[in-house]
């Protein structure tokens, strides 16, 4: 047998094990805290630049202002981001108080991603704005997938102007207990991307709660589209949107709605429009499938988007399946 020299033996064995994840610690501007690797406005970017595959970016609590900008071109558009992540895999995560703040400082988009796998956790996202409402600058939105895998949960957008939740290209996105609250379109997916949302609410939008064009394909499950003002769920062109157990409710002008070969699919769930109507009667029924189990009655629903304690039983009742929230996020 030919025996390696040790320094190549070495080599080959650390490239069958990679190094450990390293945590990198960011600050917002007013922490005192000294334990921190990058502190300021752009020390988000900076930890992203220094981090290697499979770290973890702690952020902690504090506001964080986008001061500075890097620019993605995809097709006929610029993309532009407070925190860009191409070609990484990271986890990036946050405290209670953690908060990208665009109100103030540069329009922008809060993440945006590029060839990236990155996981959010515990975020609060608010009020990012555009510099000019229509042009080839994208800016306002919370967070924009460009052929990337996305796994977001426990994060909060609120006030975001454009859409909160992106996916572009062949974006793989999945969400657990997001919110996206008073913003403008809450997720909204093109081309060949697809999403899972689990236990997530998307409220109070001035336009659509949920958007699908082209080919993409979403399936929204335990979750609530409420009070959103250009339709709850919407699929276009060759787009598909499945609705498993969730509450659609006091959206305009129609809950469920769909264009061209769009489809939508609704089971096991709650749809009821007190506004407008549930869904557009004129529809294919190739476009819209709404099933026997789909409850069009009111569902009282508290603060937190959960069913009221004087709930009927078609919105949690212990011998069947879970309708709107489970509040665990599985």
Same mark, same amino acid.
């Given at each position: 047998?030919?025996?390696?020299?040790?320094?190549?033996?070495?080599?080959?064995?650390?490239?069958?094990?990679?190094?450990?994840?390293?945590?990198?610690?960011?600050?917002?501007?007013?922490?005192?805290?000294?334990?921190?690797?990058?502190?300021?406005?752009?020390?988000?970017?900076?930890?992203?630049?220094?981090?290697?595959?499979?770290?973890?970016?702690?952020?902690?609590?504090?506001?964080?202002?986008?001061?500075?900008?890097?620019?993605?071109?995809?097709?006929?558009?610029?993309?532009?981001?407070?925190?860009?992540?191409?070609?990484?895999?990271?986890?990036?995560?946050?405290?209670?108080?953690?908060?990208?703040?665009?109100?103030?400082?540069?329009?922008?988009?809060?993440?945006?991603?590029?060839?990236?796998?990155?996981?959010?956790?515990?975020?609060?996202?608010?009020?990012?704005?555009?510099?000019?409402?229509?042009?080839?600058?994208?800016?306002?939105?919370?967070?924009?997938?460009?052929?990337?895998?996305?796994?977001?949960?426990?994060?909060?957008?609120?006030?975001?102007?454009?859409?909160?939740?992106?996916?572009?290209?062949?974006?793989?996105?999945?969400?657990?207990?997001?919110?996206?609250?008073?913003?403008?379109?809450?997720?909204?997916?093109?081309?060949? !991307?697809?999403? #899972? +949302?689990?236990? *997530? /609410?998307? @409220? &109070?939008?001035?336009?659509? %709660? $949920?958007?699908?064009? =082209?080919? !993409?394909?979403? #399936? +929204?499950?335990? *979750? /609530?589209? @409420? &009070?959103?003002?250009?339709? %709850? $769920?919407?699929?276009? =062109?060759? !787009?598909?949107?499945?609705?498993?157990? *969730?509450?659609?409710? &006091?959206?305009?002008?129609? %809950?469920?709605?769909?264009?061209?070969?769009?489809?939508?699919?609704?089971?096991? *769930?709650?749809?009821?429009?007190?506004?407008?109507?549930?869904?557009?009667?004129?529809?294919?029924?190739?476009?819209?499938?709404?099933?026997?189990?789909?409850?069009?009655?009111?569902?009282?629903?508290?603060?937190?988007?959960?069913?009221?304690?004087?709930?009927?039983?078609?919105?949690?009742?212990?011998?069947?399946?879970?309708?709107?929230?489970?509040?665990?996020?599985?």
């Amino acid at each position: 047998m030919t025996r390696l020299p040790a320094a190549v033996f070495l080599g080959a064995l650390l490239a069958g094990h990679p190094a450990a994840a390293e945590t990198v610690r960011v600050c917002a501007v007013e922490s005192a805290d000294k334990g921190c690797h990058f502190r300021g406005e752009g020390a988000i970017q900076a930890a992203v630049d220094h981090a290697a595959d499979g770290d973890v970016i702690r952020l902690d609590p504090g506001r964080y202002v986008p001061t500075s900008v890097r620019d993605v071109a995809f097709q006929d558009i610029i993309a532009r981001g407070f925190v860009v992540v191409s070609n990484k895999r990271l986890v990036i995560e946050g405290h209670v108080g953690t908060v990208l703040d665009g109100a103030d400082g540069v329009p922008s988009i809060a993440f945006v991603l590029r060839d990236a796998e990155v996981t959010f956790r515990n975020l609060e996202i608010r009020d990012f704005r555009w510099e000019e409402e229509e042009d080839d600058i994208y800016d306002g939105h919370g967070i924009f997938a460009i052929d990337s895998r996305v796994r977001v949960s426990d994060v909060l957008m609120r006030g975001i102007v454009k859409m909160g939740l992106t996916g572009r290209g062949t974006s793989l996105v999945e969400a657990t207990r997001l919110r996206l609250l008073d913003g403008h379109l809450g997720i909204w997916l093109e081309e060949w !991307s697809q999403a #899972h +949302v689990r236990d *997530s /609410v998307i @409220a &109070n939008g001035d336009s659509a %709660g $949920i958007a699908t064009y =082209d080919d !993409s394909t979403l #399936h +929204v499950i335990n *979750s /609530v589209v @409420a &009070n959103n003002t250009d339709d %709850g $769920i919407f699929a276009a =062109d060759n !787009s598909a949107i499945v609705a498993v157990r *969730s509450i659609i409710t &006091n959206n305009a002008p129609y %809950g469920a709605n769909a264009q061209g070969n769009g489809r939508v699919t609704v089971r096991q *769930s709650v749809l009821h429009e007190t506004g407008g109507q549930a869904f557009d009667t004129g529809l294919a029924a190739s476009q819209l499938v709404v099933g026997e189990d789909v409850v069009r009655e009111a569902p009282p629903l508290d603060a937190d988007w959960l069913p009221e304690a004087n709930a009927p039983q078609f919105v949690r009742d212990a011998a069947g399946p879970v309708i709107g929230l489970t509040g665990t996020g599985r």
